[in-house]
């Protein structure tokens, strides 16, 4: 039945309006309990009939009404089936059983109403977590405004304790940040200026100033919403499977039931009267009610329970096909690792410090933009080292830089820099020692010179996440293999970090085209392949897989659009999440359908041996259509096993140090 759903109505419609879809069965019921006992009691026939119709118009206008609509559009569905099993048992004087019949078809729907509202609420408490105003900067006070009218470019002020209106980055102050509701991630993130915060999450003990990026309407908390309510209407292979079947199948039961009602009375093996009960009967007990819900409702709880983790997946057929990868192709860099590069290691030659190598080379990085510059004096910072008083510091295009620190000539550079010419030092076999070192351990490697003379090296890397190789093990857990690296970085770094995080094989200096050919064959090697990328350099190879996986940070344009799954978070455990949704969601699927076509087995020469009334085929058949809907409710209680818990390999990956 269509009843209008209690989760789509306002939040200001009535209590009775709300639970309608339980108040209308209950009501029902009253007036069937009624009118039985009036009919027992020896009342005037008026009492109970009254009754007794009033019964059968509150439970079953809906199902009368749907039924002959898809009548008139020669559609038979199961409303119809229902509507014309409680008006034959009414025309041979089995009311009380047309009526119990609708009362329970009634409840059996509201009931399934009620649960499947529960898998919404999932979602739809995400957009309650938004505030409704905001506290925006105008002129040179804050005033409290609704988050309607703020605009992009407004400075909104987040104090302790209050939740974020807008997507935005931080202008300033410094604040710990719960984005739990949508990264999934369980241990508040801290948040400075440069930092991107999202609307609905929980701001710590520290004030922010936010500048906004997204209007409310294009927060992203409010795209999850729209992308996993759009999702909800896509429809898995199983669930198109099974809606084939019903178009057949459910003119055959109206067939069964003609032959039912006519064929025993024609060779006198039961009366009119008798044949057309257990017709009514097989009916009932032979429509697909509960099949028609069972990959639905698992559909839709399985997407709530990924969203709830800040897994979007974006429709039930994508559920569904990643339940079925055994293979994996990842990207590098920003996948695998996390996507900027890092101080790996410092070595110093002829025994000179190493607080003094790095200050050296921070001191003329401080005047270079380039990644690696912003590496270094990270690095210095982290070891509260500070940069000296450099001078006349210039780029070397390709190879360096050059300049005076503490009032002497200074170097810094790739090992090409250093070949005797414009003043630079040649390199001596320590300093070639050191560099091979580092680029043996996967590093970026550069010399610093000072005063003529080589003082060190530094070794800078793009190292993985610190959970990739808990991550790996995990997919390896699950039986996925292989799981493949696909990048364009050289076969050296590459096989280092392949290493570093488990994964089964590495194909490097690939460019995009190669990519393709490289998903391309593996899906011919294991038919179905997922490939998880960063949503903007893999497009193709995404695309190309039978699930493309977006590592999206926070949701990003790119990995909500343009992905079958997105990762709100960067965290490579809720890939491992992801797969175990997806196949705990398959599972439950195939337990939905032998409940549901069990039950149909059972009833239907039950019904034929005249075994069963129809009041007890109601009974069993709606009792099917719950179990299948709350079956599928668990999956919004899916826990994934603790990381690294009983899992082969699951060391972490060695890191830099601190810096």
């Given at each position: ?31 069937l ?53 409680a ?75 209050e ?77 198109r499977y ?9 003119p ?69 096909s ?36 790095l ?6 990085e ?5 990644p ?134 590495v ?14 064959e ?13 949503g ?8 190309a ?61 039950l ?28 999956l ?24």
């Amino acid at each position: 039945m269509s009843a209008t759903n209690s989760e789509d109505l306002p939040d200001g419609a009535s209590w009775v309006r709300r639970h309608r879809e339980l108040l209308e069965p209950a009501l029902a019921a009253a007036a069937l309990l009624a009118a039985w006992m009036l009919e027992r009691s020896g009342a005037h026939p008026g009492f109970w009939g009254t009754l007794y119709a009033v019964s059968f118009a509150v439970a079953g206008y809906e199902a009368l009404a749907e039924g002959t609509r898809a009548a008139m559009r020669l559609r038979l569905d199961v409303d119809f089936l229902m509507a014309v099993a409680a008006i034959g048992a009414a025309a041979i004087g089995e009311y009380a059983e047309g009526a119990m019949l609708l009362v329970l078809f009634s409840l059996g729907h509201g009931l399934e109403h009620y649960a499947m509202g529960q898998a919404r609420k999932a979602i739809r408490a995400l957009g309650r977590l938004t505030p409704t105003v905001a506290w925006v900067r105008r002129g040179g006070a804050f005033v409290e405004v609704p988050v309607a009218s703020v605009t992009v470019g407004d400075v909104v002020r987040i104090r302790p304790s209050e939740r974020v209106p807008m997507d935005g980055t931080v202008e300033s102050g410094a604040s710990s940040v719960d984005q739990s509701p949508i990264t999934g991630e369980s241990v508040p993130v801290e948040k400075g200026p440069g930092d991107d915060v999202f609307a609905g999450t929980l701001n710590g003990d520290g004030m922010l100033e936010v500048r906004v990026t997204r209007l409310a309407a294009d927060s992203t908390v409010a795209r999850m919403i729209r992308l996993v309510e759009e999702a909800q209407g896509q429809k898995s292979t199983t669930q198109r499977y099974a809606e084939r079947f019903t178009r057949i199948y459910v003119p055959c039961v109206v067939a069964a039931t003609i032959l039912m009602w006519t064929v025993p009375p024609a060779f006198g093996w039961l009366t009119w009267a008798d044949s057309f009960l257990r017709a009514m009967t097989l009916l009932v007990g032979a429509s697909p009610c509960a099949l028609a819900i069972s990959t639905p409702a698992a559909v839709l709880a399985g997407v709530a329970r990924a969203a709830r983790a800040g897994i979007l997946i974006k429709g039930g057929a994508h559920l569904e096909s990643l339940g079925a990868i055994r293979a994996f192709a990842m990207d590098k860099t920003g996948t695998l690792t996390a996507g900027r590069p890092a101080l790996r290691r410092v070595i110093a030659i002829d025994g000179t410090p190493e607080d003094r190598v790095l200050a050296v080379a921070a001191s003329l990085e401080e005047h270079s933009t380039h990644p690696l510059a912003h590496a270094v004096l990270a690095a210095a910072r982290s070891r509260g080292i500070a940069a000296r008083p450099a001078t006349d510091v210039q780029a070397i295009r390709g190879k360096g830089m050059s300049g005076t620190v503490d009032g002497i000539p200074a170097r810094l550079g790739a090992l090409r820099l250093f070949d005797g010419t414009d003043g630079a030092p040649e390199a001596t076999d320590a300093a070639r020692s050191a560099i091979a070192e580092l680029e043996a351990e996967a590093c970026t490697a550069m010399l610093v010179a000072h005063g003529g003379r080589f003082i060190g090296a530094v070794g800078l890397i793009d190292g993985p996440r610190p959970e990739a190789r808990t991550a790996v093990a995990a997919l390896h857990a699950l039986g996925v293999r292989p799981l493949v690296m696909l990048t364009g970085d050289n076969e050296r770094v590459a096989r280092a970090v392949g290493d570093l995080v488990g994964v089964d094989e590495v194909r490097a200096s690939l460019m995009p085209e190669r990519k393709i050919e490289a998903v391309r064959e593996l899906l011919s090697a294991h038919r179905s392949v997922a490939m998880v990328g960063d949503g903007v350099n893999d497009a193709p190879a995404l695309a190309a897989a039978t699930v493309g996986i977006a590592m999206g940070k926070s949701g990003t344009d790119v990995a909500l659009e343009a992905a079958d799954v997105a990762l709100m978070s960067d965290d490579l455990m809720r890939l491992p999440m992801a797969v175990g949704i997806s196949r705990a969601a398959r599972a439950i699927v195939r337990q939905n359908v032998a409940i549901s076509m069990g039950m149909v087995f059972v009833l239907i020469p039950l019904a034929v041996a005249g075994v069963v009334p129809v009041w007890l085929a109601v009974i069993m058949h709606e009792g099917s259509t719950v179990a299948v809907v709350l079956n599928s409710l668990r999956l919004l209680g899916y826990r994934a096993p603790a990381p690294g818990a009983d899992l082969p390999g699951t060391a972490r990956a060695p890191q830099a140090p601190p810096g």
